[in-house]
């Protein structure tokens, strides 16, 4: 079976412009999660989708925000990008929301 | 959110046993102990979880204090492939809202000589 799967895996952007994540859950899990996580931190949760809605949110600005599609894949995107942003993305799958997750292996963003 | 507290690093022996501690004084009825990891360049991994009696699985075994206050992630024979940052998480339904995520801290970076 594949595993979560993330793109792009690595991605450079400038200061202000606008970028879009993506993320393949597991065949079969319905729930998806997004997490940023900084050089020497552990990951801080961002959005949490589960059956197309948004089941939960952190303490990021509005900036940032996600959908669910159809199929279970989902789309983090963020506007305005500052140095700041500079993090890697993880998303994570679970079959419900009280299961265990997988995580993919995230995307690496730079913003200079 | 009920806070875990881990050391910040831990050295071990390859094939030797380790004991990962986790203190979470604060934790409620409800909270789910959850271990996962993360390997150097890779997302976080599950490992196990439990709520009250001590669990088993291939990778690994949780101890949980009787008082709840405390648990060990139990890594029987230690790898090289273990070396690795391990994250305590304490977890409640009903996963929805603020309940909706995984909190993690800093972990405890493992490393393993050979």
């Known amino acids: 079976d594949a595993g979560v799967t993330q793109s792009p895996t690595h991605l450079i952007k400038t200061r202000g412009q606008h970028v879009t994540l993506r993320c393949s859950p597991i065949s079969g899990h319905k729930s998806v999660s997004w997490y940023q996580q900084v050089l020497g931190q552990g990951p801080q949760f961002i959005f949490q989708?589960?059956?197309?809605?948004?089941?939960g949110r952190g303490n990021f600005p509005d900036r940032f925000s996600a959908r669910q599609f159809p199929n279970y894949s989902s789309e983090l995107n963020v506007n305005a990008l500052l140095l700041g942003d500079s993090a890697l993305y993880l998303c994570a799958s679970s079959r419900t929301r009280n299961t265990e997750a997988f995580f993919g292996q995230g995307t690496r963003l730079t913003v200079v | 959110d009920a806070k875990t507290t881990q050391p910040n690093s831990m050295e071990s022996n390859e094939e030797e046993p380790v004991h990962l501690p986790c203190n979470h004084s604060t934790i409620s009825g409800t909270d789910y102990i959850h271990w996962y990891r993360q390997l150097p360049s890779q997302g976080p991994e599950y490992v196990i979880h439990g709520l009250t009696s001590n669990v088993n699985n291939r990778m690994a075994s949780l101890a949980i204090a009787e008082d709840r206050k405390s648990s060990t992630l139990i890594l029987h024979r230690a790898t090289l492939r273990d070396a690795a940052v391990y994250y305590c998480?304490?977890?409640?339904?009903?996963?929805?809202?603020?309940?909706?995520?995984?909190?993690f801290g800093k972990g405890i970076t493992l490393s393993v000589r050979p």
């Open positions: 989708y589960y059956e197309k809605e948004e089941r």
């Open positions: 998480i304490l977890r409640s339904p009903p996963y929805t809202g603020a309940n909706s995520k995984l909190t």
